[in-house]
């Protein structure tokens, strides 16, 4: 949401800090979430409490506890406007030279400021950002980035990804901002509004700081959306035109070509929300009456025609697949697949499609009797990176290009005419896309796989059996991560305790890749 062009001046005395809490109807919680910053280490805040005409005893409580410290202010809507435009109330109003956000429900750990802006100054970031702990009742699950630095280009476009490098979150309340990253930019009043509103913040940022400690607090025990209540049908149509609206900044040109040029997903979060909200009317089933099932799954229809319009089909894809089941619970599994198909244009080709990621699904279990050919070497990862190529799969390919008794495969993540720019031609040599047929049936065939990227997540490679013939040789890819800006700490592959179970064959190209193998795994006989 752009907005006019409010540029704040910082006075001498201003705050370093302001925190911005929205609150509507939010008197049986708000009093520890404000406890949980006036009890900051970091002292040179303010807090900016901001009431959206709540109908309980918030206003009260909101004044009360403003009366017992003076870097409290308590602001008021006119009328209840929504958490989006009560935040751009609250920044208009700060004072600091960073912003934090916070809700009604949630609290910040005593150290939180303090260890974001010692951050934010060191290494003179536009946003430094921490883990997450989600609150249940019965339990609790963390949420986060690896540590380490985003610089330039890849910060306008790594958000909610997950490749094992630095990400950022895509919600308001885990970060400290520069505040003039919110000059003529404002959250839109929206559901989803921290998602939307992410790439043009982003793309505003030179450098951005992330920390895997857990700072952070977010309370699913009261959440709204994300809580146990019933969705009313009255605002069913709201929350599906907020969800098309948080998605377009992620379908744009601009952001489109950096993930294509990068060889990244797209984020996580342009799925994961839709889904979270099928999930919601899911719990709220039996709430509903036939013809009131058929008015949603209806209304959910014509949002996926929108989001048809405006996404890349592969993601498409995606947000049919995820409503497939939602329509059988809603009863209409039939007519429901029928219209997703017509939907998808020419279905043999699509159906081909989705026979990829079924075949993936049962990978595992035809690993374990489909024979390998020790002629065949697959080449991995290549692609990731417009610009070159992973240097250790490189030169290993390098070496073997000329061997007619090798067939050479290389799976590739972008398009064939990106990689052959890097390629000398080579003797029986062939390049096939990831996302195949053939390249799953080509990895199931293989007798030498070579690695330069973790298999943990990686499309097909996740799902291979341990227990085969085959070779997995895992080359550490070491200089070109650093090559291309993305800073990571020594801890950044937790999972490679597990996934290391796979290779056969771990190298190392550097005295300082050996080391972070060495810390990371403690298993110097993986080293050669």
């Given at each position: 949401?752009?907005?006019?062009?409010?540029?704040?001046?910082?006075?001498?005395?201003?705050?370093?800090?302001?925190?911005?809490?929205?609150?509507?109807?939010?008197?049986?919680?708000?009093?520890?979430?404000?406890?949980?910053?006036?009890?900051?280490?970091?002292?040179?805040?303010?807090?900016?409490?901001?009431?959206?005409?709540?109908?309980?005893?918030t206003?009260?409580?909101?004044?009360?506890?403003?009366?017992?410290?003076?870097?409290?202010?308590?602001?008021?809507?006119?009328?209840?406007?929504?958490?989006?435009?009560?935040?751009?109330?609250?920044?208009?109003?700060?004072?600091?030279?960073?912003?934090?956000f916070?809700?009604?429900?949630?609290?910040?750990?005593?150290?939180?400021?303090?260890?974001?802006?010692?951050?934010?100054?060191?290494?003179?970031?536009?946003?430094?950002?921490?883990?997450?702990r989600?609150?249940?009742?019965?339990?609790?699950?963390?949420?986060?980035?690896?540590?380490?630095l985003?610089l330039?280009?890849?910060?306008?476009?790594?958000?909610?990804?997950?490749?094992?490098?630095?990400?950022?979150?895509?919600?308001?309340?885990?970060k400290?901002?520069?505040?003039?990253?919110?000059?003529?930019l404002?959250?839109?009043?929206?559901?989803?509004e921290?998602?939307?509103?992410?790439?043009?913040?982003l793309?505003?940022?030179?450098?951005?700081?992330?920390?895997?400690d857990?700072?952070?607090?977010?309370?699913?025990?009261?959440?709204?959306?994300?809580?146990?209540?019933?969705?009313?049908?009255?605002?069913?149509?709201?929350?599906?035109?907020?969800?098309?609206?948080?998605?377009?900044?992620y379908?744009?040109?601009?952001?489109?070509?950096?993930v294509?040029?990068?060889?990244?997903?797209?984020?996580?979060?342009?799925?994961?929300?839709?889904?979270?909200?099928?999930?919601?009317?899911?719990?709220?089933?039996?709430?509903?009456?036939?013809p009131?099932?058929?008015?949603?799954?209806?209304?959910?229809?014509i949002?996926?025609?929108?989001?048809?319009?405006?996404?890349?089909?592969?993601?498409?894809?995606?947000?049919?697949?995820?409503?497939?089941?939602?329509?059988?619970?809603?009863?209409?599994?039939?007519?429901?697949?029928?219209?997703?198909?017509g939907?998808?244009?020419?279905g043999?080709?699509?159906?081909?499609?989705?026979?990829?990621i079924?075949?993936?699904?049962?990978?595992?279990?035809?690993?374990?009797?489909?024979?390998?050919?020790?002629?065949?070497?697959?080449?991995?990862?290549?692609?990731?990176?417009?610009?070159?190529?992973?240097?250790?799969?490189?030169?290993?390919?390098?070496?073997?290009?000329?061997?007619?008794?090798?067939?050479?495969?290389?799976?590739?993540?972008?398009?064939?005419?990106?990689?052959?720019?890097?390629?000398?031609?080579?003797?029986?040599?062939?390049?096939?896309?990831l996302?195949?047929?053939?390249?799953?049936?080509?990895?199931?065939?293989?007798?030498?796989?070579?690695?330069?990227?973790?298999?943990?997540?990686?499309?097909?490679?996740?799902?291979?059996?341990?227990?085969?013939?085959?070779?997995?040789?895992?080359?550490?890819?070491?200089?070109?991560v650093?090559?291309?800006?993305?800073?990571?700490?020594?801890?950044?592959?937790?999972?490679?305790?597990?996934?290391?179970?796979?290779?056969?064959?771990l190298?190392?190209?550097?005295?300082?890749?050996?080391?972070?193998?060495?810390?990371?795994?403690?298993?110097?006989s993986?080293?050669e």
């Amino acid at each position: 949401m752009i907005m006019p062009d409010n540029a704040m001046t910082h006075e001498k005395n201003s705050p370093t800090i302001s925190v911005i809490l929205p609150v509507f109807n939010g008197e049986d919680t708000v009093t520890w979430t404000i406890e949980s910053v006036v009890r900051q280490t970091f002292k040179d805040f303010e807090l900016l409490c901001i009431d959206d005409s709540s109908t309980d005893g918030t206003l009260d409580k909101l004044r009360a506890v403003a009366a017992t410290d003076s870097r409290i202010r308590v602001l008021e809507n006119d009328k209840n406007r929504g958490p989006g435009k009560t935040r751009n109330y609250g920044v208009e109003n700060a004072k600091g030279k960073y912003l934090a956000f916070i809700d009604s429900d949630d609290f910040y750990e005593p150290d939180f400021l303090e260890k974001l802006y010692r951050l934010a100054i060191s290494n003179d970031a536009d946003i430094a950002q921490s883990a997450v702990r989600y609150v249940y009742n019965d339990k609790d699950s963390l949420y986060g980035s690896p540590s380490g630095l985003i610089l330039g280009e890849h910060c306008k476009y790594r958000i909610d990804v997950d490749d094992g490098l630095p990400f950022v979150n895509p919600q308001a309340w885990n970060k400290i901002y520069k505040a003039d990253l919110f000059d003529g930019l404002g959250y839109a009043p929206i559901c989803y509004e921290d998602a939307q509103i992410l790439p043009y913040l982003l793309s505003r940022c030179k450098k951005i700081v992330v920390t895997d400690d857990v700072l952070f607090n977010y309370n699913k025990r009261f959440s709204g959306l994300t809580g146990d209540k019933v969705v009313p049908l009255s605002k069913i149509d709201w929350y599906l035109d907020s969800l098309v609206d948080s998605v377009r900044p992620y379908f744009e040109e601009g952001f489109v070509e950096l993930v294509k040029k990068w060889g990244v997903g797209f984020p996580r979060c342009i799925i994961e929300n839709y889904k979270n909200f099928l999930r919601m009317l899911a719990k709220s089933e039996g709430e509903y009456s036939a013809p009131d099932k058929r008015l949603i799954v209806e209304k959910i229809r014509i949002a996926l025609a929108k989001i048809e319009r405006i996404a890349p089909k592969n993601i498409f894809e995606e947000y049919v697949r995820a409503s497939e089941s939602f329509y059988s619970l809603m009863g209409e599994p039939g007519r429901g697949r029928r219209r997703i198909f017509g939907v998808l244009g020419s279905g043999g080709r699509r159906l081909s499609s989705l026979s990829v990621i079924v075949l993936e699904s049962f990978f595992s279990a035809l690993d374990r009797v489909v024979p390998k050919s020790g002629a065949i070497w697959i080449f991995s990862s290549w692609g990731k990176y417009a610009d070159h190529t992973l240097d250790n799969p490189r030169a290993l390919y390098e070496s073997v290009k000329s061997n007619s008794s090798i067939k050479k495969v290389v799976i590739i993540n972008s398009s064939s005419e990106a990689i052959g720019r890097h390629l000398d031609d080579g003797i029986n040599v062939s390049f096939v896309h990831l996302k195949s047929l053939k390249a799953l049936w080509l990895m199931l065939r293989a007798g030498v796989l070579i690695t330069g990227y973790s298999l943990h997540n990686v499309f097909g490679y996740r799902r291979l059996s341990e227990k085969t013939s085959r070779k997995i040789v895992q080359l550490w890819h070491g200089i070109p991560v650093k090559k291309v800006g993305l800073e990571v700490d020594e801890g950044l592959e937790k999972h490679w305790e597990n996934e290391v179970k796979k290779y056969s064959i771990l190298v190392s190209s550097s005295d300082c890749d050996k080391n972070i193998w060495l810390k990371a795994l403690a298993r110097s006989s993986q080293i050669e």
